[in-house]
């Protein structure tokens, strides 16, 4: 089952300035710098020792950003097991799991419509 809050995104127009702030002023660290595409990156940052990070993510790649709220991701050790197991509880998912290079993905939303993903 979900055992953290792995990341929250922030959206920013400059990654590489945001990320000057948040190491250089907040003192956090670079826990993941992954290319997305032309001048993008997956970037996590953290206080040292942190299980939770934030994504510095690119409003230019985030279509309708300015009306999004914070992008909350739940991490579990077991994503096809959790998945099935909130799915038979009667959580509505957006699709199906989706690999990428950073990990194992689905959106699921509650009974509000906000959505979230769950991370493996």
Known sequence: MIKKIATVAVYVDD????KEFWTNKMEFEVTAEH???PNA?????????????????PKAMMQGWESMKASIVFECEDIMGTYEKLKSNGVEFLGEPNTM????????KDEDGN???LKG
């Open 15 to 18: 990654q590489q300035k945001a």
């Open 35 to 37: 290319p997305m595409g």
């Open 41 to 57: 990156y997956w970037l996590e940052v953290a206080p040292k020792g942190a299980e939770t990070h934030l994504v510095i993510y």
């Open 101 to 108: 290079q950073w990990g194992t993905f689905v959106q699921f």
């Open 115 to 117: 959505q979230f993903l």
